[in-house]
């Protein structure tokens, strides 16, 4: 299964590397912005930036993944699900690779941030936090869950369904509220929250935070569903 | 108990080929009323018996339930009832390794579409046990195929050809090709059919092929199968259907005659022309009619496979 994964990221190498320069265009794109719009106050300035950015990201993240789910994609798992490997394996090589990915994109993330505390550095650093913890949480759930359903018999799938469509609304609501204060005790520390843009930026983080759980769960369902 | 490693030694290639003989298997693979059913579809129930060394050729029209047969054994969709067996042993879909021992060319081959052939073939003889590099290279070179090529600049019938070398290169105990020589130039087609002789020449290894193209058949098969809507509705040895097939012209002054194994008849004036596929017992009935029976004439696997798949009415 590792020759699997290490085909699989390497297959996906440019989505990674796409993923990676994305914070930085969106910083740039930010301070950009900033320089032209100089009438808002900077706090504003910043906060505004910071959710959409967030939010922007967080699609980033998601979109070349999802530009994969094509029938090209489809196919493409047909060829793994004739290889010698048990369908449990299969699951894994789609997910362990982005989790892999995402866990290396925090640890990247946190070593900026640490390395680099001052002015405007901070605000791609906090992007890179945000969303790969979301990433990781959303990343983590889907694949648990997963493993949950290979144990269980064909009848439940059903009920788990139901439980899949509601237990990450609770549960987003908690990690959304983690990344709030996070976000919160980053945005202070820096003066630049506002009440009205950190509700903005949880409902952002929450909106987004299930495109990823969604399309992610989506995947996995499909893998396991086409080859039981 | 089958031990894998891979080779890419063109010497140790000739030992990885040394798996445990089929000592005390009767068939390769056994389908005990499989179905499957989808919306506007059905298929079976299904049985079917492959022996080792058989190539069995599966025919019939666009929806018929070719693919479906070919996914269900590969382990891409799972029966809704009935059992497979593979190798004696029913088929247990939550492991892999039993896949080692199936190769498989589907409808639409799918690679890694921007590596190139060569980086395409690394990537499965890491994953499969019995591999041989040397022998897929050789493949490639018979089959004239440019494996410096991108997977996603290939060809239709190179396509076909990469995944053929694929399946060939570990050397698996079934082969299961679905349409392969279709897209294929009349000389690769050859080639591809040769190789399917040869691979299964060794007698321990079997090879299942749906196909339109029925000389292909009339070629390699040892049995055809003939599947319409979802249900076998004949299988038997190509030369059986061509021997025993005639297409009888005779004089008969009624227009309605009964006549056994009928699957054409044509009627102008007092002249009628049939095709059965119990030429004897026909023969037989016509002479205790009085009919006067003209020329008699064999008919091509083709022709069978026409009035099989139309369901032997007039």
Redesign the interface.
């Known amino acids: 299964m590792i020759?699997?994964i290490k085909?699989e990221m390497a297959?996906r190498k440019w989505s990674y590397v796409m993923m990676m320069l994305m914070p930085f265009v969106v910083w740039a794109l930010a301070m950009f912005f900033i320089q032209i719009d100089e009438s808002l106050e900077a706090d504003a300035q910043y906060a505004a930036l910071f959710s959409l950015a967030s939010s922007l990201l967080v699609i980033c993240m998601r979109v070349p993944h999802m530009i994969h789910q094509t029938s090209?994609e489809e196919?493409?798992i047909?060829?793994l699900?004739?290889?010698?490997?048990?369908?449990?394996?299969?699951a894994m090589s789609q997910t362990l690779p982005y989790l892999i990915f995402v866990s290396l994109f925090s640890v990247l993330g946190l070593g900026v941030m640490m390395v680099m505390q001052v002015g405007n550095v901070v605000f791609p650093a906090m992007l890179l936090v945000n969303c790969t913890l979301a990433a990781i949480v959303f990343g983590l759930l889907s694949f648990f869950i997963m493993e949950l359903l290979t144990l269980l018999p064909k009848w439940s799938k059903m009920v788990l369904w139901i439980v899949c469509i509601l237990f990450p609304f609770m549960l987003l609501r908690m990690v959304s509220e983690t990344l709030f204060g996070i976000s919160s005790y980053l945005g202070q520390s820096l003066g630049m929250m506002t009440t009205s843009i950190k509700l903005v930026f949880v409902g952002l983080v929450f909106f987004f935070g299930h495109i990823v759980l969604f399309t992610r769960m989506r995947d996995d369902f499909s893998v396991r569903r086409?080859?039981? | 108990m089958i031990a894998y490693t891979v080779y890419v030694d063109h010497e140790q290639c000739e030992q990885s080929t040394e798996r445990d003989s089929l000592r005390g298997v009767s068939l390769l693979l056994q389908i005990e009323a499989a179905t499957k059913s989808f919306p506007g579809f059905a298929l079976g129930p299904l049985s079917l018996e492959l022996e080792p060394g058989m190539v069995l050729g599966f025919a019939g029209p666009n929806g018929a339930g070719k693919t479906t047969t070919l996914k269900m054994i590969?382990?891409?969709l799972?029966p809704d009832s009935g059992e497979l067996h593979f190798l004696d042993s029913s088929i247990d879909?939550?492991?892999?390794?039993?896949?080692?021992e199936i190769g498989?060319v589907?409808e639409?081959q799918?690679?890694?579409?921007?590596?190139n052939g060569s980086q395409n073939l690394e990537?499965?003889a890491?994953?499969?046990?019995g591999w041989c590099m040397d022998r897929a290279e050789g493949l490639a070179k018979r089959l004239d195929l440019d494996l410096a090529k991108q997977a996603r600049n290939l060809s239709r019938g190179n396509r076909v050809k990469l995944a053929l070398v694929s399946a060939l290169s570990y050397q698996p105990r079934l082969l299961l090709l679905d349409e392969p020589t279709s897209g294929l130039d009349p000389i690769t087609r050859t080639e591809v059919l040769d190789l399917l002789l040869e691979y299964t020449s060794c007698g321990e290894r079997s090879v299942l092929f749906s196909t339109h193209i029925i000389p292909d058949l009339a070629r390699i098969a040892d049995i055809v199968t003939f599947i319409n809507d979802g249900l076998i509705i004949r299988s038997g040895a190509p030369a059986d259907i061509t021997e025993t097939w005639r297409k009888i012209r005779f004089r008969f002054p009624f227009k309605e005659i009964d006549l056994p194994g009928v699957v054409m008849h044509k009627v102008d004036g007092d002249v009628h022309l049939v095709v059965t596929s119990e030429l004897q017992e026909s023969k037989k009935k016509l002479e205790g009619l009085g009919a006067m029976i003209g020329d008699s004439h064999p008919i091509s696997l083709e022709e069978a496979a026409v009035y099989i798949l139309k369901g032997g009415t007039s």
Not at chain 1, 81 to 90: K, N
Not at chain 2, 93 to 100: F, T
Not at chain 2, 126 to 129: E, Q
């Open positions: 020759e699997l085909a297959y090209v196919n493409r047909q060829l699900a004739i290889l010698p490997i048990s369908p449990r394996s299969l086409r080859y039981p | 590969m382990g891409l799972q879909r939550r492991l892999g390794a039993w896949k080692n498989y589907a639409d799918v690679f890694y579409e921007g590596w990537f499965q890491r994953l499969h046990g």
